[in-house]
């Protein structure tokens, strides 16, 4: 008998132990598996983590975060989002992995649904069930664009939660301001609650980033300093809604975490004082890199439209795990679609890596599309960013 937990029996990653083991073997593999920015933290958050470490603030900070932290994050939110909320509806988090887990204890009882868009971040659906909740899922393939009727006709009594995600991870899909507004509507005459997971903002190369909380009130805003910032080690987001939803986060925070990293939240500090720049171009030129080579190659691609991941079709009948064996055999990396999704046939690959991986990873793939023999066809056209 084991000692383990119930709730972990969903936490099954048997399909992907034997790639990760064929994938530990290789010597300098191309890597386009991780959801990191190539970018190093910049030298004034750096600066100002040692100066909090010097100046000995490297103790407990309040559950909630520093009130100074959470005085920028408001008006950052009120500035980048047009969301206007008191310092006192922002909670600062160890990340927002965990954040969705304290949003999901803070709201969730056992039997309630959540409505997830597949492909999804894996935490979404796994965290759902982990706290009992039912997870209910909503198809966006192939465009990876919502449709409006198959979530309502996904709502029931039990709905809750609807989770969003724009720019999204793992399609790049960006979401117009049209499908959030109606989704909003959607929610509020059937009394639903959203997150909107919005850590990838500023990664938009189609279309507009909007934010659903500036419309919706009963939104749960999500965001963090991993990408924008390249701080994913140093362990920091925040969740900024309705009071009475971060109230209740602040009491679960005090037993679960007591409070985030002093030193994180003083480099957070200075990371809201200075926008990175032309992050987007560098990161548009790495889109049209591998959209351009990967679809001239045959490969079937839809979205990409922001964050840094592809979410493409893996070809000619092969599954994701299949696909993914193949580029492990020739020394890339990439993650099979199964993680993100109830689908088997996609891949995703990140281009948060820098240009010359980039450019060994395609090469890879180039390789193998003319050993498979795909060939380009109509239904390799880039999204139009125009489903509702
Ligand atoms: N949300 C999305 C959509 C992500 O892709 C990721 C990381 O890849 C996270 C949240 C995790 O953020 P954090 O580093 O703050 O835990």
């Known amino acids: 008998m084991s000692f383990v937990a119930q709730r972990l029996e969903h936490f099954d990653s048997s399909d992907f132990r034997d790639a990760i083991r064929k994938q530990a073997l290789l010597i300098n593999p191309v890597d386009l598996s991780i959801g990191v920015p190539e970018e190093l933290t910049a030298d004034h958050v750096k600066a100002?983590?040692?100066?909090?470490?010097?100046n000995d603030k490297t103790t407990y900070t309040p559950s909630n975060g520093l009130p100074e932290l959470r005085t920028a994050i408001a008006h950052k939110l009120k500035r980048d989002n047009n969301i206007t909320l008191e310092p006192s509806a922002i909670t600062v988090v160890p990340g927002l992995t965990t954040g969705?887990?304290?949003v999901y204890l803070a709201v969730l009882d056992p039997g309630d649904e959540v409505i997830v868009f597949d492909p999804y971040y894996p935490p979404y659906p796994h965290l759902a069930s982990m706290v009992g909740a039912?997870?209910?899922?909503?198809?966006?393939l192939p465009t990876f664009q919502p449709d409006l009727a198959q979530i309502e006709a996904s709502i029931t009594d039990k709905t809750k939660l609807i989770v969003i995600n724009t720019p999204n991870n793992p399609s790049g899909a960006v979401y117009p301001e049209k499908t959030l507004r109606a989704i909003a509507k959607l929610?509020?005459?059937?009394?639903?609650l959203l997150i909107s997971d919005e850590i990838y903002e500023h990664f938009?190369?189609?279309?507009e980033h909007f934010s659903v909380g500036s419309i919706y009130p009963n939104t749960i805003t999500m965001n963090g300093f991993s990408k924008e910032h390249a701080m994913t080690g140093w362990r920091l987001g925040y969740i900024a809604g309705p009071q009475e939803i971060i109230d209740a986060i602040n009491e679960l925070q005090q037993y679960i975490v007591m409070s985030s990293s002093s030193i994180s939240q003083?480099?957070?500090?200075a990371a809201l004082m200075h926008k990175p720049t032309q992050l987007v171009e560098k990161y548009r030129r790495k889109r049209d890199l591998v959209v351009t080579r990967l679809r001239a190659a045959g490969y079937e691609l839809?979205?990409?439209d922001g964050a840094f991941y592809a979410f493409m079709k893996a070809p000619r009948n092969l599954t994701d795990v299949e696909f993914v064996d193949r580029a492990t055999e020739r020394g890339l990396i990439i993650v099979a679609g199964r993680a993100f999704s109830q689908a088997h046939g996609y891949i995703r690959i990140s281009y948060g890596a820098d240009i010359a991986s980039?450019?060994?990873?395609?090469?890879?793939?180039?390789?193998?599309?003319r050993e498979l023999q795909i060939q380009p066809t109509a239904s390799n056209q880039p999204s139009t960013n125009t489903a509702t």
Do not use: D
Not at 204 to 207: A, I, K, L, P, Q
Not at 266 to 269: G, N
């Open 204 to 207: 938009v190369y189609e279309g």
């Open 48 to 54: 100002a983590a040692i100066r909090a470490i010097i």
């Open 266 to 269: 003083h480099a957070a500090l």
């Open 100 to 102: 969705q887990l304290l």
């Open 302 to 304: 839809h979205g990409a």
């Open 358 to 369: 980039l450019e060994r990873g395609i090469t890879i793939l180039e390789t193998l599309a």
């Open 134 to 140: 039912r997870v209910v899922y909503v198809s966006t």
């Open 187 to 192: 929610a509020e005459r059937n009394n639903i």
